[in-house]
Nanobody, 124 residues
């Protein structure tokens, strides 16, 4: 079992920045992927950014150049630095974990463990 806890959400004006963090506890796996997903009101959950054990980062086209995912090592939290925020970035943001490498790292159905979510609201 892996337990995930997100923090760092909040409200910001368009053009501003927010940083999210996700702390994982419980079982440790040598190979894993971690990711950030978001779910706007009334819409499906979508992948935002992911990172694998090798440190390779993957981004949705909608956030490339604005968001940065990072994780220094297995023990450190997962981060999402969000810059140049837009109103369309408003959503509940979730941290996710899968204890293996996956082909489609931005597919929510690949992930086994989820945090409770943290709200990000961007006003125009």
């Amino acid at each position: 079992q892996v337990h995930l806890v997100e923090s760092g959400g909040g409200s910001v004006q368009a053009g501003g920045s927010l940083s999210l963090s996700c702390t994982a506890s419980g079982d440790h796996y040598d190979s894993y992927c971690m990711a950030w997903f978001r779910q706007p009101p009334g819409k499906e959950r979508e992948g935002v950014a992911a990172i694998d054990t090798a440190g390779l980062a993957y981004y949705a086209d909608s956030v490339k150049g604005r968001f940065t995912i990072s994780k220094d090592n297995a023990k450190n939290p997962l981060y999402l630095q969000m810059n140049s925020l837009k109103p369309e970035d408003t959503a509940m943001y979730y941290c996710a974990y899968v204890p293996r490498w996956v082909v489609d790292v931005l597919d929510p159905y690949e992930y086994n463990y989820w945090g409770q979510g943290t709200q990000v609201t961007v006003s125009s």
